[in-house]
Nanobody, 125 residues
Framework: QLQLVESGGGLVQPGGSLRLSCAAS????????IGWFRQAPGKEREGVSC????????NYADSVKGRFTISRDNAKNTVYLQINSLKPEDTAVYYC??????????????????WGQGTQVTVSS
């Protein structure tokens, strides 16, 4: 069973930073492409970033380019999302999900399979 657990969210002031983690349980992430997504109240879930198994292929949504960075540590079975220069509009529940093996990055939520429960990020003064 593919199980992902997100952590690292919290309350932060505008301009602040957080590092979100996506840890796998019960399987290895070594060969999986992983995506990060977010969903604000009343809005559709949107793709934020994606990273392939080696880390050599990444995608970012236009709204986060230059501010967010995705990375992975396969030895720790974890994918990270560093989120910097945060704005109130970044407030959302952030999720990670598996795309599958032998896939290049996409940002379409419907393409992804197993999902975590999410971690709340709130950006407020």
């Amino acid at each position: 069973q593919l199980q992902l657990v997100e952590s690292g969210g919290g309350l932060v002031q505008p301009g602040g930073s957080l590092r979100l983690s996506c840890a796998a349980s019960g399987f290895s992430l070594d060969y999986y492409t992983i995506g990060w997504f977010r969903q604000a109240p009343g809005k559709e879930r949107e793709g934020v970033s994606c990273i392939n198994s080696s880390g050599g292929n990444t995608n970012y949504a236009d709204s986060v380019k230059g501010r967010f960075t995705i990375s992975r540590d396969n030895a720790k079975n974890t994918v990270y999302l560093q989120i910097n220069s945060l704005k109130p509009e970044d407030t959302a529940v952030y999720y990670c999900a598996t795309l599958g093996v032998f896939r290049r990055c996409v940002l379409s939520p419907t393409a992804f399979g197993s999902w975590g429960q999410g971690t709340q990020v709130t950006v407020s003064s």
